[in-house]
Protein backbone atom coordinates (compact mmCIF):
# COMPACT_ATOMS: atom_id res chain seq x y z
CA UNK A 1 0.00 0.00 0.00
CA UNK A 2 3.19 2.51 0.79
CA UNK A 3 4.04 2.16 -3.01
CA UNK A 4 0.17 2.75 -4.46
CA UNK A 5 0.48 5.70 -1.86
CA UNK A 6 3.52 7.59 -3.57
CA UNK A 7 2.23 6.64 -6.99
CA UNK A 8 -1.02 8.41 -6.10
CA UNK A 9 -0.10 10.85 -3.38
CA UNK A 10 3.47 11.56 -3.95
CA UNK A 11 4.53 11.60 -7.56
CA UNK A 12 4.46 15.23 -8.65
CA UNK A 13 2.96 15.41 -11.95
CA UNK A 14 5.35 18.03 -13.75
CA UNK A 15 3.98 19.03 -17.11
CA UNK A 16 6.80 16.88 -18.70
CA UNK A 17 5.69 13.95 -16.56
CA UNK A 18 2.13 14.92 -17.87
CA UNK A 19 2.70 15.31 -21.13
CA UNK A 20 4.91 11.68 -21.46
CA UNK A 21 1.99 9.87 -19.98
CA UNK A 22 -0.47 11.33 -22.37
CA UNK A 23 1.92 9.59 -25.14
CA UNK A 24 2.67 6.34 -23.27
CA UNK A 25 -1.23 5.38 -23.02
CA UNK A 26 -2.19 6.72 -26.15
CA UNK A 27 0.38 4.23 -27.50
CA UNK A 28 -0.69 1.31 -25.49
CA UNK A 29 -4.34 1.70 -26.51
CA UNK A 30 -3.49 2.26 -29.99
CA UNK A 31 -1.36 -1.33 -29.54
CA UNK A 32 -4.79 -2.64 -28.25
CA UNK A 33 -7.04 -1.09 -30.99
CA UNK A 34 -4.77 -2.27 -33.52
CA UNK A 35 -3.85 -5.25 -32.90
CA UNK A 36 -6.32 -8.60 -34.29
CA UNK A 37 -6.46 -10.68 -31.50
CA UNK A 38 -7.81 -8.17 -29.13
CA UNK A 39 -10.63 -7.54 -31.08
CA UNK A 40 -14.07 -8.42 -29.29
CA UNK A 41 -11.61 -8.68 -25.73
CA UNK A 42 -11.15 -6.80 -22.93
CA UNK A 43 -8.14 -5.32 -23.81
CA UNK A 44 -10.20 -3.31 -26.52
CA UNK A 45 -11.90 -1.54 -24.03
CA UNK A 46 -9.67 0.92 -22.99
CA UNK A 47 -10.48 2.74 -26.29
CA UNK A 48 -13.69 2.59 -26.34
CA UNK A 49 -15.09 2.70 -22.05
CA UNK A 50 -14.30 5.08 -19.55
CA UNK A 51 -12.81 2.35 -16.75
CA UNK A 52 -9.20 3.57 -17.83
CA UNK A 53 -10.06 6.88 -18.04
CA UNK A 54 -11.10 7.10 -14.54
CA UNK A 55 -8.08 5.79 -13.70
CA UNK A 56 -5.22 7.89 -15.34
CA UNK A 57 -7.62 10.81 -14.37
CA UNK A 58 -7.03 10.23 -10.80
CA UNK A 59 -3.41 9.32 -10.70
CA UNK A 60 -2.92 12.95 -12.39
CA UNK A 61 -6.02 14.56 -9.74
CA UNK A 62 -4.28 12.99 -6.91
CA UNK A 63 -1.00 14.28 -6.95
CA UNK A 64 -1.62 17.61 -7.72
CA UNK A 65 -1.26 20.37 -5.22
CA UNK A 66 -4.39 22.25 -6.12
CA UNK A 67 -7.30 21.81 -7.77
CA UNK A 68 -6.77 24.06 -10.11
CA UNK A 69 -3.66 22.30 -11.20
CA UNK A 70 -5.52 19.14 -11.10
CA UNK A 71 -8.22 20.79 -13.77
CA UNK A 72 -5.71 22.14 -16.12
CA UNK A 73 -3.05 18.95 -15.79
CA UNK A 74 -6.06 15.79 -16.69
CA UNK A 75 -7.44 18.26 -19.27
CA UNK A 76 -4.17 18.67 -21.09
CA UNK A 77 -3.64 15.26 -20.88
CA UNK A 78 -6.92 14.04 -22.43
CA UNK A 79 -6.21 16.69 -25.12
CA UNK A 80 -2.92 15.36 -25.86
CA UNK A 81 -3.62 11.15 -25.65
CA UNK A 82 -7.28 10.79 -27.47
CA UNK A 83 -6.04 12.53 -30.77
CA UNK A 84 -2.85 10.76 -30.51
CA UNK A 85 -4.94 7.15 -30.28
CA UNK A 86 -6.48 8.23 -33.58
CA UNK A 87 -3.70 9.27 -35.50
CA UNK A 88 -1.43 6.04 -34.59
CA UNK A 89 -4.38 3.77 -35.72
CA UNK A 90 -5.04 5.68 -38.89
CA UNK A 91 -2.18 3.86 -41.05
CA UNK A 92 -3.62 0.83 -39.99
CA UNK A 93 -7.57 1.29 -40.54
CA UNK A 94 -9.54 1.00 -43.64
CA UNK A 95 -11.39 4.39 -42.35
CA UNK A 96 -7.97 6.35 -42.71
CA UNK A 97 -8.50 9.95 -41.58
CA UNK A 98 -12.05 9.43 -41.38
CA UNK A 99 -11.48 7.52 -37.36
CA UNK A 100 -11.14 11.18 -36.48
CA UNK A 101 -15.14 11.31 -37.14
CA UNK A 102 -15.16 9.76 -33.94
CA UNK A 103 -13.41 12.29 -31.93
CA UNK A 104 -15.92 14.81 -31.21
CA UNK A 105 -17.73 12.66 -28.21
CA UNK A 106 -14.48 12.45 -27.10
CA UNK A 107 -13.90 16.02 -27.35
CA UNK A 108 -16.76 17.03 -25.06
CA UNK A 109 -15.46 14.52 -22.47
CA UNK A 110 -12.07 15.98 -22.21
CA UNK A 111 -13.43 19.57 -22.30
CA UNK A 112 -15.95 18.27 -18.89
CA UNK A 113 -12.64 16.84 -17.50
CA UNK A 114 -11.29 20.40 -16.62
CA UNK A 115 -14.23 20.68 -14.18
CA UNK A 116 -14.87 17.61 -13.23
CA UNK A 117 -10.80 16.81 -12.16
CA UNK A 118 -11.36 20.34 -9.83
CA UNK A 119 -14.18 18.72 -7.88
CA UNK A 120 -12.45 15.02 -8.30
CA UNK A 121 -9.57 17.12 -6.46
CA UNK A 122 -11.59 17.30 -3.45
CA UNK A 123 -11.60 13.40 -2.92
CA UNK A 124 -8.33 14.31 -1.17
CA UNK A 125 -10.27 15.91 2.04
CA UNK A 126 -11.64 12.42 3.45
CA UNK A 127 -14.57 14.27 4.13
CA UNK A 128 -18.66 13.30 3.28
CA UNK A 129 -18.06 15.46 0.31
CA UNK A 130 -15.45 13.44 -0.75
CA UNK A 131 -17.47 9.95 -0.70
CA UNK A 132 -20.38 11.95 -2.89
CA UNK A 133 -17.73 12.68 -5.42
CA UNK A 134 -15.65 9.21 -5.45
CA UNK A 135 -19.30 7.76 -5.75
CA UNK A 136 -19.63 9.00 -9.07
CA UNK A 137 -16.69 7.21 -10.06
CA UNK A 138 -16.82 3.76 -8.24
CA UNK A 139 -20.71 3.45 -9.11
CA UNK A 140 -19.75 3.37 -12.81
CA UNK A 141 -17.11 1.53 -12.19
CA UNK A 142 -19.51 -1.30 -10.03
CA UNK A 143 -22.25 -0.98 -12.66
CA UNK A 144 -19.63 -1.56 -15.20
CA UNK A 145 -18.49 -4.81 -13.30
CA UNK A 146 -21.71 -6.23 -13.30
CA UNK A 147 -22.58 -5.06 -16.65
CA UNK A 148 -19.14 -6.76 -17.87
CA UNK A 149 -19.53 -9.98 -15.80
CA UNK A 150 -23.44 -10.74 -17.37
CA UNK A 151 -21.40 -10.55 -20.94
CA UNK A 152 -19.09 -13.22 -19.86
CA UNK A 153 -21.69 -15.18 -18.61
CA UNK A 154 -23.52 -15.27 -21.64
CA UNK A 155 -20.37 -15.92 -23.98
CA UNK A 156 -17.59 -16.92 -21.13
CA UNK A 157 -14.90 -15.76 -20.96
CA UNK A 158 -15.33 -12.69 -22.79
CA UNK A 159 -15.14 -9.44 -20.92
CA UNK A 160 -13.78 -11.57 -17.54
CA UNK A 161 -10.70 -9.93 -17.24
CA UNK A 162 -12.42 -6.18 -17.79
CA UNK A 163 -14.93 -7.41 -14.60
CA UNK A 164 -12.59 -8.71 -12.25
CA UNK A 165 -10.52 -5.32 -13.51
CA UNK A 166 -13.78 -3.17 -12.68
CA UNK A 167 -14.72 -4.16 -9.40
CA UNK A 168 -11.00 -4.68 -8.26
CA UNK A 169 -10.64 -0.84 -8.94
CA UNK A 170 -13.93 -0.16 -7.15
CA UNK A 171 -12.73 -1.35 -4.07
CA UNK A 172 -9.06 0.33 -4.38
CA UNK A 173 -9.93 3.56 -5.23
CA UNK A 174 -12.54 3.37 -1.82
CA UNK A 175 -9.77 1.94 0.26
CA UNK A 176 -6.88 3.81 -1.48
CA UNK A 177 -8.38 7.68 -1.34
CA UNK A 178 -10.73 7.43 1.77
CA UNK A 179 -8.92 7.01 4.96
CA UNK A 180 -11.76 7.12 7.76
CA UNK A 181 -13.89 4.42 8.38
CA UNK A 182 -17.22 6.83 7.96
CA UNK A 183 -15.78 8.23 4.63
CA UNK A 184 -15.59 4.29 3.60
CA UNK A 185 -18.81 3.40 4.24
CA UNK A 186 -20.33 6.41 3.04
CA UNK A 187 -18.40 5.57 -0.56
CA UNK A 188 -19.05 1.91 -0.56
CA UNK A 189 -23.24 2.40 0.56
CA UNK A 190 -23.66 4.99 -2.18
CA UNK A 191 -21.62 3.08 -4.62
CA UNK A 192 -23.77 -0.35 -3.94
CA UNK A 193 -27.08 1.71 -3.93
CA UNK A 194 -26.01 3.12 -7.85
CA UNK A 195 -24.88 -0.03 -9.39
CA UNK A 196 -27.95 -2.36 -8.03
CA UNK A 197 -30.42 0.98 -8.83
CA UNK A 198 -28.69 1.04 -12.82
CA UNK A 199 -29.07 -2.78 -12.74
CA UNK A 200 -32.90 -2.97 -11.59
CA UNK A 201 -33.66 0.41 -13.61
CA UNK A 202 -35.20 -1.68 -16.74
CA UNK A 203 -37.32 -3.76 -14.07
CA UNK A 204 -38.54 -0.95 -12.04
CA UNK A 205 -40.01 0.57 -15.35
CA UNK A 206 -41.19 -2.53 -17.09
CA UNK A 207 -38.63 -2.56 -19.96
CA UNK A 208 -35.50 -2.28 -20.78
CA UNK A 209 -33.58 1.04 -20.59
CA UNK A 210 -31.91 0.51 -23.86
CA UNK A 211 -28.33 0.65 -25.01
CA UNK A 212 -26.58 1.37 -28.33
CA UNK A 213 -23.70 0.00 -30.01
CA UNK A 214 -21.62 -0.01 -33.30
CA UNK A 215 -20.20 -2.22 -35.37
CA UNK A 216 -17.51 -2.35 -38.03
CA UNK A 217 -18.69 -4.54 -40.91
CA UNK A 218 -16.15 -6.24 -43.55
CA UNK A 219 -14.70 -3.73 -46.18
CA UNK A 220 -17.10 -2.25 -48.59
CA UNK A 221 -20.55 -0.91 -48.22
CA UNK A 222 -23.25 -2.88 -46.90
CA UNK A 223 -27.31 -2.60 -46.96
CA UNK A 224 -29.63 -4.47 -44.84
CA UNK A 225 -31.69 -6.99 -47.03
CA UNK A 226 -33.62 -9.02 -44.35
CA UNK A 227 -34.23 -8.99 -40.60
CA UNK A 228 -35.56 -12.08 -38.10
CA UNK A 229 -36.61 -11.43 -34.89
CA UNK A 230 -36.21 -7.89 -32.80
CA UNK A 231 -34.19 -6.22 -30.26
CA UNK A 232 -34.94 -2.69 -31.09
CA UNK A 233 -33.42 -0.84 -34.33
CA UNK A 234 -30.29 -2.12 -36.40
CA UNK A 235 -29.27 -0.01 -39.62
CA UNK A 236 -26.26 0.54 -41.69
CA UNK A 237 -25.24 3.95 -40.93
CA UNK A 238 -25.95 6.38 -43.22
CA UNK A 239 -22.73 8.38 -43.13
CA UNK A 240 -20.33 4.98 -43.25
CA UNK A 241 -21.82 2.33 -45.10
CA UNK A 242 -19.17 -0.05 -43.29
CA UNK A 243 -20.83 0.40 -39.80
CA UNK A 244 -23.75 -1.26 -38.20
CA UNK A 245 -26.00 0.81 -35.18
CA UNK A 246 -27.63 -0.97 -32.93
CA UNK A 247 -30.37 0.98 -31.02
CA UNK A 248 -31.75 -1.57 -28.54
CA UNK A 249 -34.60 -1.38 -26.43
CA UNK A 250 -36.25 -4.38 -26.01
CA UNK A 251 -34.32 -8.04 -24.81
CA UNK A 252 -34.44 -10.24 -27.77
CA UNK A 253 -32.55 -11.67 -30.41
CA UNK A 254 -32.32 -10.61 -34.29
CA UNK A 255 -30.97 -11.66 -37.27
CA UNK A 256 -30.06 -9.46 -39.82
CA UNK A 257 -28.48 -10.17 -43.31
CA UNK A 258 -26.91 -7.70 -45.12
CA UNK A 259 -25.75 -7.36 -49.15
CA UNK A 260 -22.24 -5.99 -50.46
CA UNK A 261 -23.63 -3.54 -52.47
CA UNK A 262 -20.59 -3.87 -54.53
CA UNK A 263 -19.62 -7.61 -54.67
CA UNK A 264 -23.28 -9.24 -53.89
CA UNK A 265 -21.62 -11.45 -51.33
CA UNK A 266 -24.38 -11.30 -48.18
CA UNK A 267 -23.60 -12.19 -44.10
CA UNK A 268 -25.69 -12.59 -41.37
CA UNK A 269 -25.06 -10.32 -38.15
CA UNK A 270 -26.70 -12.08 -35.27
CA UNK A 271 -27.97 -9.45 -32.46
CA UNK A 272 -28.95 -10.29 -28.93
CA UNK A 273 -29.85 -7.68 -26.42
CA UNK A 274 -30.59 -9.08 -22.63
CA UNK A 275 -30.50 -5.42 -21.04
CA UNK A 276 -26.95 -4.44 -20.75
CA UNK A 277 -24.78 -4.31 -23.94
CA UNK A 278 -25.72 -5.16 -27.12
CA UNK A 279 -24.24 -8.64 -28.02
CA UNK A 280 -23.01 -8.60 -32.34
CA UNK A 281 -21.80 -11.87 -33.66
CA UNK A 282 -21.34 -12.90 -37.65
CA UNK A 283 -23.18 -16.25 -37.89
CA UNK A 284 -21.12 -19.02 -39.68
CA UNK A 285 -22.04 -20.94 -42.18
CA UNK A 286 -23.55 -24.10 -41.52
Not at 6 to 26: E, M, S
Request: glycine share 6%; net charge negative.
Amino acid sequence: METMDKLFFKTKPTWKRVILFAVATAVLTALMMILPFTADTSFRQIGVTFECWILFALLIILNCETPLEAGLKTFVFFLIRHPLIYLLEVPFSWQGWGLFHYYGRWFIWTVLCFPGAILAWFTKKDKWYSALILSVATGFLAYSAVDYARSCLRRPPRYLIAAIFCAALTVFLIFLILKSKKTRIIAGAITLAVAVGLVLLPLLFGGDSGANMTYDLPEGEWEIVGEEGSVGTVKVSETDAHVLIVEATEKGTAEVTLRNIATGEEIVMVVTYDGSFPDITEKQAE
